[in-house]
């Protein structure tokens, strides 16, 4: 029998062993008491000692005993003994994941084909085709955020928020990395689990808030996971404009508006999270590099978890409460001699009796 590393449970049920005892003894006293004040009311003190006389003291204590020893172990086997140690492998849920894509027009460049937006979309599927554990949410943002799909352990509804998603989902323009990271942080659960989020844009920041988000988010428990989208070369910024021709994006000089990835914005926050930056890349390989970050954190669920646990033995002290319950129903609070004394007085099958039935 393994004897190892013994202990309760449910320590909070132990209070019960001393105080249930003690009001058992207590109404034990209280009833000895109404006893002796009744058998007063029936005859005078001199006549108690012949009217008592088969009733044994030290059996009512005995039986007395086995009850405050039962209450007593009740309490014990509510406080769940355990000793012995057996291991459980468990799979547990994947760690919930909120990916926060920029929308704005500067995603619509070309430097990665087709171009930014649709590159980063087929990235984020080919994560939730590979990485399906865990529940998955959407932040679209330009100028203002949006939550795009909650938290969720549908995949084909999450598929359908992202790809509903285009450079029109924000009417708001500009790029407010800030904004994003404080929506994205509003819909992860406020619990002790780890908070994780990628952000895929090309780290133009033009509200110049992103790096000072990430530190707050920091001391949340938030880790920000950054994939730049584009290249440091850039590219042309295209759309499609009312008449659905493909239009360049030019300044006011009649110039046409290239954008360049920033990888140093992107770092920034990563850094500041504990998290990592990862160029996206122009086939989406960055992704593959990330998820294989994010499985690899040795502290995160979704893998399998081997863990001790000691073996419940609540049924030893069951099995005393039964026995000392049965014992305390068979002892008699007779003497014994007395029992002996009327067995001999009790006529048994003699001559006259025998007669008599003649």
Same mark, same amino acid.
């Given at each position: 029998?393994?004897?190892?590393?013994?202990?309760?449970?449910?320590?909070?049920?132990?209070?019960?062993?001393?105080?249930?005892?003690?009001?058992?003894?207590?109404?034990?006293?209280?009833?000895?008491?109404?006893?002796?004040?009744?058998? =007063?009311?029936?005859?005078?003190?001199?006549?108690?000692?012949?009217?008592?006389?088969?009733?044994?003291?030290?059996?009512?204590?005995?039986?007395?005993?086995?009850?405050?020893?039962?209450?007593?172990?009740?309490?014990?086997?509510?406080?769940?003994?355990?000793?012995?140690?057996?291991?459980?492998?468990?799979?547990?849920?994947?760690?919930?994941?909120?990916?926060?894509?920029?929308?704005?027009?500067?995603?619509?460049?070309?430097?990665?084909?087709?171009?930014?937006?649709?590159?980063?979309?087929?990235?984020?599927?080919?994560?939730?085709?590979?990485?399906?554990?865990?529940?998955?949410?959407?932040?679209?943002?330009?100028?203002?955020?949006?939550?795009?799909?909650?938290?969720?352990?549908?995949?084909?509804?999450?598929?359908?928020?992202?790809?509903?998603?285009?450079?029109?989902?924000?009417?708001?323009?500009?790029?407010?990395?800030?904004?994003?990271?404080?929506?994205?942080f509003l819909a992860m659960?406020k619990n002790a689990r780890?908070?994780?989020?990628?952000?895929?844009?090309?780290?133009?920041?033009?509200?110049?808030?992103?790096?000072?988000?990430?530190?707050?988010?920091?001391?949340?428990?938030?880790?920000?996971?950054?994939?730049?989208?584009?290249?440091?070369?850039?590219?042309?910024?295209?759309?499609?404009?009312?008449?659905?021709?493909?239009?360049?994006?030019?300044? =006011?000089?009649?110039?046409?508006?290239?954008?360049?990835?920033?990888?140093?914005?992107?770092?920034?926050?990563?850094?500041?999270?504990?998290?990592?930056?990862?160029?996206?890349?122009? =086939?989406?390989?960055?992704?593959?590099?990330?998820?294989?970050?994010?499985?690899?954190?040795?502290?995160?669920?979704?893998?399998?978890?081997?863990?001790?646990?000691?073996?419940?033995?609540?049924?030893?002290?069951?099995?005393?409460?039964?026995?000392?319950?049965?014992?305390?129903?068979?002892?008699?609070?007779?003497?014994?001699?007395?029992?002996?004394?009327?067995?001999?007085?009790?006529?048994?099958?003699?001559?006259?009796?025998?007669?008599?039935?003649?």
């Amino acid at each position: 029998m393994d004897l190892t590393n013994p202990h309760f449970a449910e320590p909070g049920w132990l209070w019960l062993a001393v105080v249930a005892p003690s009001l058992f003894f207590g109404l034990q006293q209280y009833a000895a008491w109404m006893r002796r004040r009744q058998l =007063a009311q029936l005859a005078v003190t001199s006549s108690l000692e012949n009217l008592t006389a088969s009733h044994s003291p030290w059996r009512r204590r005995l039986k007395n005993l086995l009850l405050l020893l039962s209450a007593a172990g009740m309490a014990v086997a509510l406080a769940r003994p355990q000793w012995g140690e057996q291991a459980e492998v468990a799979q547990a849920l994947g760690e919930d994941v909120v990916f926060v894509l920029d929308c704005s027009r500067s995603m619509l460049a070309t430097d990665v084909r087709p171009n930014r937006l649709q590159r980063a979309r087929l990235s984020i599927l080919d994560f939730i085709q590979r990485h399906s554990r865990g529940r998955v949410g959407l932040v679209a943002f330009a100028g203002q955020a949006f939550l795009q799909c909650p938290l969720t352990f549908d995949y084909d509804a999450f598929r359908e928020a992202l790809m509903a998603v285009d450079e029109r989902t924000i009417p708001v323009l500009g790029t407010h990395l800030g904004r994003a990271l404080e929506e994205a942080f509003l819909a992860m659960e406020k619990n002790a689990r780890r908070k994780i989020l990628v952000l895929l844009t090309d780290g133009e920041d033009l509200e110049k808030d992103g790096a000072r988000q990430a530190k707050e988010l920091a001391g949340k428990g938030v880790v920000v996971f950054t994939l730049g989208v584009g290249t440091p070369a850039g590219g042309v910024i295209q759309f499609y404009n009312e008449q659905g021709a493909l239009e360049v994006v030019r300044d =006011a000089a009649g110039k046409a508006v290239e954008s360049r990835l920033d990888e140093t914005t992107l770092k920034t926050i990563a850094e500041a999270t504990h998290g990592r930056y990862q160029p996206l890349g122009p =086939a989406g390989e960055g992704m593959l590099q990330l998820r294989q970050a994010i499985e690899t954190l040795t502290d995160l669920p979704g893998v399998a978890i081997t863990r001790k646990l000691g073996i419940d033995h609540f049924h030893v002290p069951l099995a005393v409460v039964i026995f000392l319950l049965a014992a305390e129903a068979l002892v008699g609070t007779r003497k014994r001699s007395y029992d002996r004394q009327l067995a001999r007085l009790r006529p048994g099958p003699g001559p006259a009796s025998l007669k008599q039935d003649s």
